[in-house]
């Protein structure tokens, strides 16, 4: 017998298992099982295209037994494809795969510690030990001879002996605790796997002693019985009338480790060129490793039920990452290579039936208002991702993008947008940021709202970089309304009255005080209330997107200096062309440009600089 620590990650795992995880115990039997039901996937491809594999007597099945007597175990036995000895130590204990770390940074942050998120981080075994003091794996590989068993309390370390089985496979018996008695109960044991595990491919067999009364009430000798406690076909190829929803939220939960209720689900048999089914499911939240780039794909693709990878992030575009489901097909061959499935033409023609099916699906939730926001506040940032991803359906997805505005309390469709536009008005007018207060309240748009044109306010970062690259809706060109030119179509443009030869000098002067920090001085028909603000030139990337591409750890990028605009009718600007003290001219003048920029969301270089200034300017007027 040889003990071996645990790795350290899987250790802190262990830690937080133990002492933290409350909520959900019963997902450890979720987890098993679908362990359980993934190694007899395995193996049943393998006797399918794999001649070392044909002759194993292969009877997928999984058993469940428990002692609710003496010792108060619970085991699991599958007829899968086994594990061993390496692969005993590599799975259960050494091996910390990426899902490890990110669950415990979750974890350790502020979010309610939720066992129901430890399978959607693939470290599922581990959740064994909510329920159990001990936990004892035997297992013997498919095609080899040697069986072994690993034990652990958790706590530190494992340990790896020589075992016997009789044949290939992995049994799991659980030495429960005392929040795990619960489950030597017939009832409960067979609720759990109903509730979660129901339409698991493979029969799920529970092993139970019923003890008979004869006519008196008298008790008998109790007697071994053996229950098949699943429907154990596969879901998604039953016709869908004879499915009801709760059977798709029951095989839900199987397939995407949620213990809530999917949002929506789209289901379909496709016959004709091509022979496949597919069934996706929009999740009500987002998984939780939807930012980040090593997420798991969310979709299984079976070949005429055979599973063959849930590890393909190309099956569906990355911007449907959030997406749950099932893609199986009639035509594709059995052992097709998963370098091969890049390139495979059936599998891209699914692909794009795939996408163009889910998209509609997401239109037909846009109908209901109050579903459609909820869907939005969790997938909008993906969603706006496949404007510049999929350019085939660009149009579709610009009519399911929603934005907030300047003429509308909840957020709106382009379409709505389009319909509310001033008979004259050519453009989209946008306006990006931070926040959306900033950006009511930010003085570019102050003109939009005297002339009662709508001007759509984009909070999120991705708007920035998306809204450029798309150009138009239905013919009409976006306008960010924080460039230079923006504002010249505008009747306020036209209408001037400012003379501008009048005004030159001034602003010749304030160019010179201001040429460290901008590249332009402009006379502004936009402002009303405002004395100024910034814009980008034409062509240049606006001072947020520079502030986010700083912030994502860009550094060498050379500094593109905004424009500054004045409005020639405010008080301060008509007041400003007599002040005759320079140091006086310099600091307003400055002043004019840095709250330009802190109005825009963004941080002043020189805070220090800026309040001093403003104090001199205080100490004088008082
Ligand atoms: P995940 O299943 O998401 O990979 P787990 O922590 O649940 O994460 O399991 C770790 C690994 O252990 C699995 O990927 C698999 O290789 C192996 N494993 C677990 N249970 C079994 C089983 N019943 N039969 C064969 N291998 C198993």
């Known amino acids: 017998m040889a003990k ?15 002492h933290s995880l409350y909520s959900h115990k019963e997902i450890f039997l979720r987890e098993l099982m679908s362990n359980a039901s993934d190694a007899l996937d395995k193996l049943k491809y393998l006797t399918l295209t794999n001649d070392e594999f ?55 942050g502020d979010v309610k510690k939720d066992s129901n998120l430890i399978g959607q981080f693939g470290v599922g075994f581990y959740s064994v030990y909510m329920v159990a003091d001990k936990v004892e794996v035997v297992s013997r590989k498919a095609g080899e001879e040697k069986a072994y068993k690993w034990t652990s309390d958790g706590k530190g370390e494992y340990e790896i002996e020589d075992a016997k089985r009789d044949r290939n496979g992995t049994t799991i018996t659980l030495y429960l605790n005392e929040e795990g008695k619960d489950f030597t109960s017939r009832w409960s044991i067979e609720s759990v796997v109903k509730k979660y595990s129901n339409h698991i491919a493979y029969p799920i067999f529970l092993h139970f002693s019923e003890t008979k009364t004869d006519d008196k009430g008298k008790k008998q000798k109790s007697e071994m019985k053996v229950e098949q406690i699943n429907t154990a076909s596969a879901l998604w190829k039953r016709s869908k009338d004879d499915l009801k929803e709760e059977d798709y939220n029951e ?7 949620d213990t809530d209720d999917p949002l929506t689900y789209v289901h379909t048999h496709a016959e004709g060129a091509l022979e496949y089914t597919t069934l996706f499911y929009i999740p009500k939240k987002a998984p939780p490793d939807m930012f980040r780039v090593d997420y798991k794909s969310g979709v299984k693709l079976y070949v005429k039920r055979v599973f063959i990878t849930d590890d393909d992030k190309e099956l569906l575009p990355a911007y449907l990452r959030f997406v ?9 061959p059995l052992n097709v290579s ?80 389009k319909q509310r536009m001033k008979p004259d008005q050519k453009f989209i007018y946008y306006l990006t940021g931070e926040n959306v207060e900033t950006l009511k309240n930010s003085p570019l748009i102050e003109v939009y709202r005297k002339e009662d044109i709508e001007v759509l306010l984009m909070d999120d970062e991705v708007d920035e970089l998306v809204i450029p690259m798309v150009i138009k809706y239905k013919d009409i060109e976006f306008k960010s309304v924080n460039r230079s030119d923006a504002a010249s179509d505008l009747k306020s443009s036209r209408d001037n009255k400012v003379d501008e030869k009048e005004i030159k000098p001034l602003i010749e002067k304030i160019k010179e005080k201001l040429k460290e920090e901008v590249k332009d001085v402009k006379i502004s028909y936009r402002l009303s209330d405002s004395p100024s ?21 860009q550094k060498d990028l050379p500094q593109i200096k905004p424009i500054l605009e004045i409005n020639p009718e405010h008080e301060i600007i008509k007041k400003l062309g007599a002040v005759s003290d320079d140091v006086l001219f310099e600091d307003i003048s400055k002043l004019l440009f840095e709250q330009a920029i802190l109005i825009e969301g963004v941080e002043l270089k020189n805070p220090t600089q800026f309040t001093k200034r403003l104090n001199k300017i205080l100490a004088r007027a008082l």
């Open 338 to 417: 998963r370098e091969l499935l890049q390139k495979n033409r059936i599998l891209a023609n699914i692909k794009s039936a795939s996408v163009k099916k889910i998209l509609s699906e997401i239109g037909k939730l846009s109908l209901d208002k109050e579903k459609y926001k909820e869907f939005y506040g969790e997938f909008r940032k993906p969603l706006k991702e496949g404007l510049y991803e999929d350019f085939t359906n660009r149009d579709t997805l610009l009519d399911l993008i929603r934005f907030k505005s300047t003429k509308s309390e909840d957020i709106t469709s382009l379409s709505e947008y």
């Open 54 to 108: 044909k002759q194993i007597d292969f009877k997928p099945q999984i058993d469940i037994m428990f002692d609710e007597k003496d010792q108060k175990t619970l085991t699991i036995a599958d007829t899968g494809i086994g594990m061993n000895q390496e692969e005993l130590a590599d799975n259960l204990g050494t091996i910390a795969n990426s899902g490890t770390k990110n669950f415990l940074n979750l974890m350790t």
């Open 533 to 553: 603000c910034v814009v980008a030139d034409e062509t240049d990337p606006s001072i947020q997107l520079q502030h986010i591409m700083k912030a994502m750890g």
């Open 324 to 332: 749950r489901g099932i893609i199986d097909s009639e035509d594709l």
């Open 4 to 18: 071996y620590p645990f790795k350290s990650e899987v250790n802190q795992l262990l830690h937080l298992i133990i």
């Open 251 to 257: 095989f839900y939960k199987t397939i995407s480790h």
